[in-house]
């Protein structure tokens, strides 16, 4: 029996048997191009990644949702410890060690939610989608009063779009910069070619709306002149930083690398913060209550992580033996890997994968099983798993998503998948279209 059908509160009913609600496609396109995007915007995103957007939104508890923004707090509070910081840094690249005083935008804590509680899976520190789910609330059709009270539509929509505005804001004021924020700059490789591109032309109409300069840029386009960081005849003063290489080696990104450890821009999220949070080896510690304890943190909060983050553990010539018989039940992960890549269920493993984990760094973590959520195809009714990323900036969670897919991860090209709005159904809320 999958969780789904084991779960018997409102939420799992509805992931079970709520077709009647879902995305409304006129007010979809509306939102994409005049409210908050651009003509042909639309277009581009079906052109580009047509299931980016899931068919039916994801239930939750409200205890689940709960749960969750406690752990988010809960993490941040071990960070926040002076022993934890110094352990991490010790083994961290020299360029992670420099602290610009921006806390970093947009980390997302990704919880698998299911009927038996919830896992923290990985906590990511440039989590993408923000602008996309924000678009997403403004185009729900709910059933009845009870569904539509339950999820933030296109007000809190307008609330969050606002909150990121002054995220960024914030993030200046932290580096102590004396005058305004004037631009920004939001930066990938090749930008144009990546599957999230539409979101980077939202984010910069966020931003133009609000007054602030902004152009999206590969990192090769970047230049340092007399301590400045420039794009073209643009000084940059913000830099929002979608790139994956984390600790900025790649040489196409040596300008952007010199203006962070110069202090020449803002740089976030940056490669400090990938290094206290987003490193998964620091799950290893997050997991472990014995060296929690040594590092001084709580008993109650130890206990809530320990609960809520799956055990985890560094793959190394020692434990290989014992992790290769116990791999049915384990998920190994790149510790700075992303997005799933080379990621895999250890059920799936074969022998020259496992070798090359074993030549890798990686960690197994216990296997947690990820929500289900039926959707109504065209073909017949089909069960799509789903992840909840929790949107958080210094411990607060701003906003919830849920990413439908089938297959070992999250991947954004699953028909009826994608990017899904989160209800929270507390116990005592019902709908009539849940099946009993």
Not at 112 to 118: E, S
Not at 140 to 149: G, K, P, S, Y
Not at 335 to 361: C, F, M, P, Q, S
Request: glycine share 8%; with cysteine; aromatic share 8%.
């Amino acid at each position: 029996m999958s969780d789904v059908l084991a779960d018997v509160t409102p939420a799992g009913l509805l992931n079970r048997g709520c077709f009647c609600i879902g995305v409304d496609d006129e007010a979809l396109r509306r939102a994409l191009e005049s409210e908050l995007g651009s003509p042909g915007l639309a277009a581009l995103v079906a052109e580009r990644c047509p299931y980016v957007f899931a068919a039916h939104p994801v239930f939750v508890s409200g205890t689940h949702a709960d749960r969750m923004a406690r752990v988010v707090a809960a993490v941040e509070s071990v960070v926040a410890l002076p022993a934890f910081r110094e352990q991490v840094m010790s083994a961290a690249p020299a360029i992670a060690r420099h602290d610009p005083g921006a806390k970093g935008v947009f980390f997302g804590y990704d919880f698998h939610v299911h009927a038996q509680g919830i896992g923290l899976i990985e906590i990511n520190t440039n989590a993408g989608g923000a602008m996309l789910n924000a678009v997403l609330a403004r185009a729900q059709r709910a059933c009845c009063r009870e569904v539509e009270l339950a999820l933030p539509m296109s007000g809190s929509a307008a609330v969050l779009e606002a909150q990121i505005v002054d995220m960024f804001r914030n993030e200046w004021a932290l580096a102590k910069r004396g005058q305004a924020l004037r631009s920004i700059a939001i930066i990938d490789d090749r930008p144009e070619v990546q599957y999230l591109y539409p979101e980077f032309m939202l984010f910069r109409q966020l931003f133009e709306r609000h007054g602030l300069l902004a152009v999206i840029a590969d990192p090769s386009e970047l230049t340092m002149r007399d301590d400045v960081l420039w794009h073209g005849d643009l000084a940059i003063d913000m830099v929002y930083n979608r790139l994956t290489d984390f600790m900025l080696d790649a040489p196409a990104n040596a300008a952007l690398r010199a203006a962070y450890l110069e202090n020449a821009a803002v740089v976030t999220p940056h490669p400090h913060a990938h290094a206290m949070y987003a490193d998964k080896r620091n799950l290893v510690l997050l997991s472990d209550a014995g060296r929690l304890r040594e590092l001084g943190v709580p008993q109650a909060t130890i206990d809530l992580l320990v609960e809520a983050i799956p055990h985890t553990e560094l793959v190394s010539s020692v434990n290989a033996e014992r992790l290769w018989s116990e791999r049915r039940r384990l998920f190994f992960k790149p510790t700075a890997g992303y997005g799933g890549r080379a990621a895999y269920r250890g059920d799936k493993l074969t022998r020259r994968v496992w070798e090359e984990i074993l030549g890798g760094d990686y960690v197994a973590q216990a296997l947690v099983a990820p929500g289900e959520r039926v959707i109504d195809s065209e073909q017949a009714a089909q069960a799509l798993k789903f992840d909840v990323r929790n949107y958080a900036y210094g411990g607060s969670v701003q906003w919830l998503a849920a990413r439908l897919y089938q297959g070992q991860t999250t991947n954004f090209r699953t028909p009826g998948g994608g990017f899904a709005p989160v209800y929270r159904m507390d116990a005592h809320e019902r709908c009539g279209c849940a099946p009993e």
